[in-house]
């Protein structure tokens, strides 16, 4: 006998996570469930990463939301990938681009090929489109031809989060979701079980449903506090557990389309242009640095005028044990977090989503199912997690204390693997489960001074003047194809200029 | 460029594992690199084989024309594999190579079928899988490619004579030096390493990569580090034996599976007869009971399901039954070939060897065996027979993966897939259904879509694809435009 389904869905918090399962689950399942989401004014919402990855065109693509409608709003730009400086030594930079690295020739891998005759075609960049179009400030929409170079563009956004969790939230709400303002101040527990029965506000209204997604951020009030789940410390290799931000007028390099992260003295600024301003931030080790001297940094750092008081953070890296405890779904920052230096954050909160979708339980709640998402959770985040940790292993800087201790540090022995086997060949294995593929390990590997001992003694079957040849038309033509794009921010003004941009309220 | 590359490598053993890799090797190494084969006797090819689509992509690497191979191997298609008699005497399912349905509403095809299924309106899951209807038809075609045409779903695997393939890849190998020979002495280093094979005519065969092609690991058997794991709890079947029947009028485009009481049976179609298998446990069924089955006479093959714990270890690999065997209850004949040639191609060390490349090449193909060693024990696990030889097989617990995949999908349908899995979801998904385990509920989100439309859109495809298959040309014809 099946047990009936689920008819009450309700989430906690109305951040950028809230939002984004709030619409996913009023669009897709918008007819057999009952969305309810309480969220207070009262409490700030973090609004991480307001950088995204590819995927995230997969999650508006299920939404069905039209592209420039979603940028104008959300005073979005383009993002063709990140710009490190400073990371492998002072004064070096790299750039980490979506989309992969030149052609793979008779099933040998290009960076195998490169490798080889690198010192006659020029940097590893030249041979990656977004990268080249990115270091010209330059952007276009992937071309649909297959044949053309410009069909292999890989893009994301850069948005203002605060405005997309409003969008998202128009847009949950015209399909049936209900939003609740309030404050929780009781989690009721089923006393046969101890599910979640149902959520006391302070004003004593009281909240029953079936699921429950907790999306309250750091506070993890339903998973952590009401529930118990444990929470796995990674702290050991990821020191950092402060972040500082603020805004500030465009200025500088302008509306680069990129993300940019500078590696600083004990942690590493971000700077995220959006078509109204521009985001900043110092993801830094409070036992390496003072709050004080990390603001001076980051406003020392500005491209323009500040735009409004600093918002400072405080975590702690890890993961929840379980992130999915008995009818409570933890998604979002409640189920975990890692420093937004890969622009994760959001697409994490995606992936949860997506497995919520795909194992979206019934009053029975099937422990096999829980385990199965527990599972998959857990090995997506830990992938994302070596990768992240990849940056701050592989770097000569021991100018600090800080970069002393990160470069020295032991990393997971799946990571430590990785690197060895890249270290010696350029062999990479790349596992299902990984969110980043081959080209990103190969970018921030290479970019970070990893550079293969040898490279593949396949290559030498290959003729060495007419591969060199081979790889100086391929980087010739990607350059002409990126300088035959329009200009990112003349693009922007055409394609998705938000109409009215507020003119900011000077006190 | 430090390192120096490898100056020479020696196969030993030969037959389709020896022969794949010295193909490929010749292909990929540098002209200044040796290849030798050293023939012995016990790997000659015998017996037929049944293979996945992937092997033609080896061919499309080797630069080897699939009608050479085809002319060459007595060679004929495969679409999938038909099973006879697991969930029942008169049962049978085919597993086809084109995954059944289509994504409807961005849900997996196989939830849309379980939800009809509940009102008796859905027929066999296999009825949406082209290669599988066309294979029962006994049906065949290249597959299209025009995306929007229902032929391009099709792919389709070979069934091969083994002596003829060993000598279609010879043709392709011609810098490669063969030679018969019979393997003396392994002679080891301090270090347990080979250092050098002393044939029985006394020549001393030195080399930077020993291969160990040899049916029963010869020189990997040797080191210190080439323990078995055993597999035989779970796989039964320690002896294969082999014969070819006439050829039928009419052979269906696919590998035919049947149990019986003393194990399976397997016939894979040649141009010209049929190479019959029978696999059976030596402690239930004499050689001789064997023989007398398949009406007289037959090839008796030894088998020891299981594998290396380490197929490569220092400067030997192993390659082919040295390093895994596995029952052929999976039709994929010469996967496991394909992918240790390929591994070694990707991990290519250096003449002063490559720990960290070895360590690597054990670990992904541990994982590989093991991931179809788990479809093959799910044949077992799933059949319903009482005889003594399958209800004792069924007894052996499942890997703690295969156990986790298989209440995964009874739950709800969903297929785990783990990394390095040879055969993806709708492979899965197709063995799954067919052997008879199927799930207690469908994925909710199949539930968007309005019944009526649902049914429709089945009814509509199942006709098509019936359509599509009778529009072929039979087997036997399409084999006759492929002389």
Not at chain 1, 192 to 211: K, N, W
Not at chain 2, 99 to 108: C, F, I, S
Not at chain 2, 154 to 173: F, I, M, P
Request: hydrophobic residues 45%.
């Amino acid at each position: 006998m099946t047990p009936p389904p689920i008819r009450k869905v309700l989430v906690l918090g109305g951040g950028t996570a809230g939002w984004m399962t709030a619409a996913a689950l009023s669009k897709v399942l918008g007819g057999q469930i009952e969305v309810t989401l309480i969220e207070s004014e009262q409490i700030g919402t973090v609004g991480v990463g307001e950088a995204t990855i590819p995927p995230i065109l997969t999650f508006n693509a299920m939404l069905g939301i039209d592209e420039r409608a979603f940028m104008r709003a959300t005073r979005a730009t383009f993002k063709l990938g990140i710009e490190f400086r400073d990371w492998t030594r002072l004064g070096d930079r790299y750039m980490h681009p979506f989309g992969s690295f030149g052609l793979d020739i008779e099933a040998i891998k290009f960076h195998q090929v490169w490798r080889k005759v690198r010192d006659q075609v020029g940097p590893l960049e030249d041979f990656n489109l977004a990268a080249v179009a990115a270091r010209r400030n330059r952007f276009a929409l992937p071309d649909p031809d297959p044949a053309k170079v410009l069909s292999s563009l890989k893009y994301a956004f850069h948005f203002d989060a605060g405005l997309y969790a409003r969008f998202l939230r128009g847009f949950a709400e015209a399909r049936g979701a209900t939003r609740v303002e309030g404050k929780v101040a009781d989690v009721t527990l089923r006393g046969d079980d101890g599910f979640i029965q149902s959520l006391t506000l302070e004003d004593g209204r009281v909240f029953e449903a079936d699921l429950f997604i907790d999306c309250s951020g750091f506070r993890a009030l339903l998973i952590g506090q009401a529930l118990g789940g444990r929470y796995v410390d990674w702290s050991h290799w990821l020191p950092n557990d402060r972040a500082v931000a603020i805004p500030c007028d465009t200025g500088g390099d302008g509306l680069t389309p990129y993300t940019r992260a500078t590696a600083d003295k004990a942690g590493w600024r971000w700077r995220i242009p959006l078509q109204h301003r521009t985001g900043n931030g110092y993801v830094y080790s409070s036992a390496h640095l003072g709050d004080d001297a990390a603001l001076a940094a980051l406003i020392a750092g500005l491209d323009g005028p500040a735009r409004a008081e600093p918002n400072v953070l405080r975590f702690q890296a890890g993961r929840r044990d379980r992130a999915w405890i008995k009818n409570c779904v933890a998604i979002g920052l409640s189920s975990g977090f890692l420093e937004p230096l890969e622009s994760t954050s959001i697409h994490l909160i995606q992936a949860g989503i997506t497995k919520l979708l795909a194992l979206f339980p019934d009053k029975g709640f099937d422990p096999l199912e829980i385990d199965e998402y527990n599972r998959l959770t857990a090995q997506q985040v830990e992938l994302v997690r070596d990768f992240i940790i990849l940056h701050f292993k592989a770097t000569e800087r021991a100018d600090t204390p800080y970069w002393d201790h990160v470069r020295t540090m032991d990393v997971p022995d799946s990571l430590q693997r990785k690197i060895d086997l890249f270290a010696g060949r350029g062999r990479l294995f790349q596992s299902d489960y990984d969110l980043f593929a081959e080209p990103s390990w190969i970018a921030v590997l290479m970019g970070q001074g990893i550079v293969p001992r040898r490279y593949d003694a396949l290559v030498d079957s290959l003729p060495e003047a007419a591969l060199v040849q081979r790889l100086q038309r391929m980087s010739a033509l990607i350059g002409q194809t990126a300088q035959a794009m329009p200009d990112h921010a003349a693009f922007i003004a055409r394609y998705c200029a938000a109409e009215t941009v507020v003119a900011p309220i000077l006190a | 460029m430090t390192g120096s590359p490898l100056n020479n490598v020696a196969i030993l053993g030969g037959g389709v594992a020896g022969w794949m890799t010295a193909a490929a090797l010749a292909r990929v190494l540098p002209p200044a690199c040796e290849i030798r084969v050293i023939e012995t006797a016990d790997a000659a090819p015998r017996g037929a084989l049944s293979t996945l689509p992937a092997l033609r992509g080896f061919h499309g690497l080797l630069g080897l024309d699939e009608a050479t191979v085809m002319r060459t191997a007595r060679g004929t298609f495969k679409l999938g594999a038909r099973y006879g008699g697991w969930t029942g005497f008169d049962h049978d399912h085919v597993e086809g190579f084109s995954d059944a349905g289509a994504n409807l509403d961005g849900v997996a095809f196989h939830h849309h079928w379980l939800r009809a299924r509940q009102r008796g309106e859905a027929g066999r899951y296999e009825d949406y899988s082209l290669a599988a209807v066309a294979g029962r038809l006994g049906r065949f075609a290249p597959p299209s490619e025009d995306p929007r045409s229902v032929l391009s779903t099709l792919s389709y695997g070979l069934h091969l004579d083994s002596a003829g393939y060993v000598a279609a890849l010879r043709s392709t190998a011609g810098r490669v030096a063969a030679r018969p020979g019979e393997i003396a002495q392994v002679v080891l280093d301090t270090e347990g390493a080979v250092q050098a094979v002393v044939l029985a005519d006394g020549e001393r065969i030195a080399a930077d990569l020993f291969i160990d092609t040899t049916p029963d690991g010869r020189l990997i058997g040797a080191t210190p580090s080439g323990g078995w794991i055993d597999e035989t709890v779970a796989l039964p079947c320690n002896r294969l034996a082999l014969r070819e029947l006439a050829r039928r009028a009419d052979p269906p485009p696919l590998t035919e599976f049947e149990t019986v009481t003393e194990g399976w049976l397997r016939r894979v179609p040649l141009r010209d007869a049929d190479a019959v298998t029978l696999a059976y446990a030596s402690d239930l069924t004499s050689d001789d009971e064997a023989r007398a089955i398949l009406g007289g006479e037959a090839t008796i093959i030894r088998r020891h399901n299981g594998r290396r714990e380490r197929a490569w270890s220092k400067g030997c690999l192993a390659i082919g039954p040295a390093a895994s065997q596995l029952e052929p209850l999976n039709g994929d004949d010469a996967q496991a070939i394909q992918s240790g040639v390929g591994r070694l191609i990707a991990l290519l060390p250096t003449a002063e060897g490559s720990p960290l490349a070895a360590a690597e090449y054990n670990r992904l193909m541990a994982e590989t065996f093991d991931r179809a060693r788990d479809l093959a024990v799910l044949r077992y696990v799933a059949a319903s027979r009482t005889d003594r030889f399958w209800s004792r097989a069924r007894r052996a617990a499942p890997s703690t993966a295969l156990a986790y995949k298989q209440a995964q999908f009874e739950s709800r349908g969903r297929v785990v897939l783990y990394d390095e899995e040879t055969f993806v979801e709708g492979a899965w998904v197709g063995a799954l259904l067919g052997l008879g385990i199927t799930p207690r509920r469908h994925d909710r989100l199949a539930d968007r879509l309005p019944a009526g439309q649902a049914d429709a859109a089945l009814t509509r495809l199942r006709g098509l694809i019936r359509q599509a298959a009778l529009a072929m040309p039979t087997h036997a014809d399409a084999l006759k435009d492929r002389p």
